[in-house]
């Protein structure tokens, strides 16, 4: 009779691959330590390598955000322009990883909302919901009775006063919401992207979304939680126009 072998506990298996990954990791540090190590010496070399071991990596992380190759590749490109600059008071306090996708997300991160500034009104879609467990959007803040004129005129107001909040939030939350509700990224493709998880993810767009209604309800000093659309608009006109608190 024969027996076959025991099949392997699956929490001594997950703990025997934390562990190789946990050696693969700091075998990868160490690494990248040396290469910062003989750039610093004088070798470009070293960091021709570092730009092959990790061009990749940074370039699907700006696509990743900007969801457009040509920029994506010019964020890579500068990325390493930046690296290059830098590497010399670069003290090793995070992995050379984690310091090179830190450069990238913040590069990134400044072209995407530098476009939103440039374009909010072509680009800011009021079809974005309050909140996740809501069907209500931005748009349902807008008066839905008003003549289509006037609507238009109403929207744009709506967005320029929305663009005007954002920037007033913390740059993790308008970050965050840029990511979510301007860019339509999934909750996945965010914590791909910042490098975060999904729960962290779902909390900071929640936290960013409580503060973005409360700046928005303080530009507008008679808007109400319960008040109709109309409410928030209205009583903040002089000659036509949505009056914007002054911060």
């Known amino acids: ?93 995070s992995s050379l990883a984690t310091w090179l996708h830190r450069i990238a997300v913040n590069l990134a991160r400044n072209r995407y909302w530098y476009f939103f500034r440039r374009r909010r009104h072509a680009t800011l879609s009021l079809d974005c919901a309050l909140s996740d467990d809501s069907e209500a959007t931005f748009a349902d803040l807008v008066a839905t009775s008003a003549p289509n004129p006037a609507r238009e005129a109403a929207t744009d107001e709506f967005a320029q006063l929305v663009t005007v909040c954002m920037e007033k939030l913390d740059a ?21 992207a910042l490098g975060i998880n999904v729960g962290t993810v779902k909390s900071r ?23 109709a659309p109309a409410d928030w608009f209205e009583p903040n006109r002089s000659n036509g126009r949505l009056e914007i608190a002054s911060a």
């Not at 001594?12 to 693969?24: F, H, L």
């Not at 890579?76 to 008071?89: C, E, N, P, S």
């Not at 409360?214 to 939680?225: I, R, T, V, Y």
């Open 1 to 93: 009779m024969t027996y076959s072998p025991l099949p392997t506990p699956k929490t001594n298996r997950s703990a025997s691959e934390r562990a190789a990954r946990a050696a693969a990791s700091q075998q990868e540090a160490e690494y990248d330590a040396e290469l910062v190590r003989r750039f610093n010496a004088g070798d470009e070399e070293a960091f021709v390598e570092i730009m092959n071991r990790y061009r990749e990596k940074i370039f699907s992380v700006a696509l990743a955000l900007l969801r457009n190759r040509a920029d994506a590749e010019e964020i890579a490109q500068d990325t390493f322009i930046r690296a290059h600059r830098g590497l010399g008071r670069f003290r090793g306090d």
């Open 172 to 192: 993790r939350h308008r970050e965050i919401l840029t990511l979510r509700n301007l860019l339509n990224r999934s909750y996945d493709e965010i914590a791909q």
């Open 205 to 227: 767009i929640a936290r960013a979304r409580g503060n973005l209604r409360a700046l928005l309800a303080e530009a507008c000093p008679e808007f109400a939680p319960d008040a």
